[in-house]
Every structure is written in structure tokens, then in C-alpha cells.
């Protein structure tokens, strides 16, 4: 069956350091993998995008590389700020399926310290 | 409308009610999406629009959940004869989803949610 599994222990980290979050599927060839944060109470907003060609994008401290044959994506937030304090959502198309369902992964709670 | 917006933010019912949850999408978005997020889980998919396309319900968790989008536009979410384990935030989103092409432009803009409690 199909999966995308993301730590569902919250990251506890200091601010300043770089906090690395995790997401693997299964049984999926995606098109493209996107990277969203979520703040209680709200819905997810989109942060990052990285198609299958593409081995690494950045966004100002945000950095997001995606490996097809470990099926596997990691998002950095470098420089940490407790600002920075979310859930962070990957979430995977199908490929090749502009406009298909987006699938979620369960989200990894974010909790940067002062 | 300049984001997704969807009503009521919050509701409260009883079991065996029924209840309606409506979105407004982003103007000219023609995909939406409806998820359910129960509390301190992922989001799980409901149904998914996308143009005139028939709707891909496969998310519904049963025969009691239904939606429909008049117009392409606004869309309701519908729960007939409500349980307790209906409740959620009840997610929307849209986007400018196109069905030919270079993908990338399928970022999905949510709602803020209807949180929906069923005593």
C-alpha cells in the first residue's frame, strides 16, 4: 500500500542550529514532492516544491533535497529561530498527474528553543 | 476572494444531525479539495474537484459524507447523521491545478478549517 511516513515525534532544538525533518513514501512515483508548515489552529501553508529532476531547492533558510531512489526527502531549516516552531507537512502528486489529490504525510512538530 | 474561505469556522451538534460546511475558493482556482484533520493527526483526503471533471471521492469515509461544487466555484461539504468520530477540522483547499503540461503549478491554498465537534 501506499505510505508517506514522517517522524511523529516533535524535534526539540536550540535556536541557531539546523533542524533536519524527514519524509519517505512508498509505492509511490511522484511527480513532485512538496514542503508545507502548519500553525495551530490554521491551515498548512505552502513553503517549497522540488520535482523528481531536481536534487536540491533552497529558499532562504529552507533547504529541501529529494533522492527518488532512497524514496526519501529531507527539509533543513538552517539558523534556526523559534519562529521557526510548526508542524511541517511533506506532501506527493502522482506523477505525471497535473491537478491529481495531493497526498500528506502526518506532519513532524517543530519546536525551536530560545 | 483574495484567500480560501470557509464557514462555519467552528460547530458544534449533536449526534445523529446533520451538517453543512461550505468553502469559497480563490477565484479562477479550479481544482478544491476537501481533508479532514483530526487532532494532532495528518491530513487525511476527502474529495478532490477539478474542473468539469467527475470528482474523485475516493477519501469519503462513508456513504453519510458528500459533496458538491455548483459552478465551478463555491462547494459544500456535507455529513448526514453525525457521529462523534465525524469530528475534525475540516479542511479546503484550492489551486490553479492545470491538466496538461509542466506540472508544478498544483500549490494547494487552504482554508483556515471548520472545526466541527459532534456531542
Known amino acids: 500500500s501506499q505510505k508517506i511516513e514522517q517522524n511523529s515525534e516533535a524535534l526539540n532544538i536550540q535556536e541557531g542550529k539546523t533542524a533536519t525533518l524527514t519524509c519517505n513514501y512508498t509505492?509511490?512515483?511522484?511527480?513532485?514532492l512538496q514542503w508545507y508548515r502548519q500553525d495551530p489552529g490554521r491551515g498548512p501553508v505552502f513553503l517549497l516544491l522540488?520535482?523528481?529532476?531536481?536534487k536540491e531547492k533552497r529558499k532562504e533558510r529552507l533547504k529541501v533535497t529529494f533522492d527518488t531512489t532512497l524514496k526519501q526527502s529531507l527539509f533543513h531549516i538552517t539558523a534556526s529561530q523559534p519562529a521557526d516552531s510548526a508542524t511541517y507537512l511533506c506532501a506527493l502528486a502522482p506523477i505525471k498527474a497535473a491537478g491529481n489529490k495531493l497526498t500528506f504525510g502526518g506532519g513532524t512538530r517543530v519546536l525551536v528553543k530560545p | 476572494g483574495a484567500g480560501v474561505s470557509q464557514s462555519p469556522s467552528n460547530k458544534v451538534t449533536e449526534k445523529g444531525k446533520d451538517v453543512e460546511l461550505r468553502c469559497d475558493p480563490i477565484?479562477?482556482?479550479?481544482?478544491l479539495y476537501w481533508y479532514r484533520q483530526s487532532l494532532g493527526q495528518g491530513l487525511e483526503f476527502l474529495i478532490y474537484f477539478q474542473g468539469n471533471s467527475a470528482p474523485d471521492k475516493s477519501g469519503l469515509p462513508s456513504d453519510r459524507f458528500s459533496a458538491e461544487r455548483t459552478g465551478g466555484s463555491v462547494s459544500t461539504l456535507t455529513i448526514q447523521r453525525t457521529q462523534q468520530e465525524d469530528s475534525a477540522v475540516y479542511l479546503c483547499?484550492?489551486?490553479?491545478?492545470?491538466?496538461?503540461?509542466?506540472?508544478?503549478?498544483?500549490?494547494?491554498?487552504f482554508g483556515a478549517g471548520s472545526r466541527l465537534t459532534v456531542l
Open positions: 477565484s479562477g482556482h479550479t481544482a
Open positions: 509505492n509511490y512515483s511522484p511527480a513532485y
Open positions: 522540488i520535482r523528481e529532476n531536481e
Open positions: 483547499a484550492s489551486s490553479l491545478a492545470r491538466t496538461s503540461g509542466r506540472t508544478g503549478a498544483n500549490v494547494l491554498t
